[in-house]
């Protein structure tokens, strides 16, 4: 599938380009969801410390994997019109720009981040733990974003099984170094909350050595000419920076809001915030199928249209949802029949089994919005049109937190109400990518 001509737009065909993409996130984010159950045995304070501490730190590299789509898309726009040798000078330069980022937020998160937390939050003993997390976090920046660089490149070019060796290194190096600096073993200290964050850092340091040596052995560095580019060539960003800029900060603007999400369930109490944090890790792992299928969209849709073949544009996005909102409904299934056994994973204390159910309940239905809202909203983000998904994500964000405040602080609502408007934001997201979609615009945008 690589090259000028050759994207097909079957089911066939969009399933292996997405399936390396959906195992490798699977990968990823049993991590979190081990991190989740690793922590939650160290009790609430803990388990809602990692959400906090968590979410903030995502909001940040949310910046670099932003902009990691966006190369995405320029690299597939590239790789449709089979001009190869300009995917080596896009990747370069991001990762040029991915180094830079890397300090500026590690400089960040040491002098500003705890002053940050502390004016949103009421409960003194998650800020503490909530800041001992980010203190070691911090490190995992520039080996985290050189690996989204590498993961860019790859689902650029339709060539996306690598990732799956990649992403199942990572999670089976940070499953075992939770394992043995969270609780202790043998030579190993028990870190707690500083343990979980130490074990991610070390496993995407071995993961990017690992796609570092992969695309120096091969074919791949001299048809693509990458790392040829010595130093940055400031015109060489313009593409990249229209394009990829607006994913940026749309990604950001996205964890930001659910980061606030966040700090307004702390305000219902401790176990709201732990229940909401368990059923985030869940939902996380719920939502992999889409996001793989996302990703796809991205990539082929601007494949398609760097082949002249726009028409085929919209049909390709509806193939997508089928195959994203069916398997969302299958999946959620899980939620509804064996929320006890899901809890279980993460915690034995009562009180958040009688917190976490409803909550499951609430996102099965969010998944579904969830799988209809980011497909269509991937598609017009591979037209190039990022502006117009960067808007679209404002108006969304702002509907967002302008209910979930209203019903949490005003309306002193539970955490399952609140949680609702999870299905509102995605709808909303879906219905207005779609409704720009169809006038046609982004066909005649070039990049």
């Not at 940040?60 to 000078?89: T, Y």
């Not at 974003?145 to 060796?165: C, D, E, K, P």
């Not at 060489?236 to 700090?263: C, D, E, G, T």
């Not at 793989?292 to 990539?299: A, C, R, W």
């Amino acid at each position: 599938m690589q090259g000028s001509g050759n994207t097909h737009t079957t089911y066939k065909q969009i399933w292996q380009v997405s399936y390396p993409i959906i195992i490798g996130l699977m990968a990823q984010n049993l991590m979190v969801v081990i991190d989740t159950a690793f922590l939650g045995r160290l009790g609430e304070v803990t388990l809602g410390a990692s959400a906090i501490g968590g979410i903030f730190y995502l909001c940040l590299v949310m910046l670099g994997a932003g902009f990691a789509v966006g190369v995405q898309i320029l690299i597939g726009r590239r790789n449709g019109e089979g001009k190869l040798q300009q995917i080596g000078s896009i990747f370069d330069h991001a990762n040029f720009f991915m180094i830079a980022l890397a300090l500026i937020l590690f400089m960040f998160m040491t002098y500003l981040a705890p002053a940050v937390l502390s004016l949103f939050m009421q409960s003194e003993a998650v800020l503490h733990e909530s800041i001992v997390f980010l203190s070691y976090r911090r490190f995992g920046f520039l080996f985290g974003f050189l690996v989204l660089s590498f993961n860019a490149f790859y689902i650029g070019i339709t060539r996306t099984r690598i990732l799956i060796a990649s992403t199942v290194i990572m999670a089976v190096i940070n499953i075992v170094l939770d394992y043995l600096l969270i609780f202790g073993y043998g030579i190993f200290p028990a870190l707690g909350i500083a343990g979980a964050a130490i074990a991610t850092n070390i496993s995407e340091l071995l993961t990017f050595s690992f796609l570092l040596v992969w695309v120096s052995a091969g074919k791949t560095l001299k048809t693509y000419s990458l790392f040829s580019v010595r130093r940055p060539n400031w015109l060489a960003y313009k593409p990249i920076f229209k394009v990829a800029v607006p994913v940026m900060f749309q990604y950001f603007l996205s964890f930001s809001a659910w980061f606030v999400f966040f700090m307004i369930i702390e305000q219902i109490g401790e176990t709201a915030l732990a229940a909401s944090n368990i059923t985030r890790s869940f939902y996380m792992l719920m939502m992999i199928p889409v996001w793989g299928l996302s990703s796809t969209t991205n990539t082929l849709v601007s494949n398609l249209i760097g082949q002249g073949r726009t028409d085929e544009v919209i049909p390709l996005i509806r193939k997508i949802l089928v195959m994203g909102v069916g398997a969302t409904i299958v999946i959620a299934q899980v939620n509804i029949f064996f929320p006890d056994e899901i809890i279980s994973f993460f915690t034995n204390e009562p009180q958040l089994y009688e917190a976490t159910r409803p909550l499951l309940r609430v996102v099965s239905l969010a998944l579904v919005a969830f799988s209809f809202g980011m497909i269509i909203f991937s598609g017009l983000s591979g037209t190039g049109k990022t502006q117009v998904a960067l808007f679209i994500e404002i108006l969304s964000i702002i509907f967002y937190l302008l209910v979930a405040f209203i019903l949490a602080v005003l309306f002193k609502g539970s955490a399952p109400v609140v949680w609702f408007v999870e299905v509102v934001y995605f709808s909303i997201l879906g219905i207005a990518s779609y409704a720009y979609l169809k006038t046609g615009k982004w066909k005649v945008y070039h990049i």
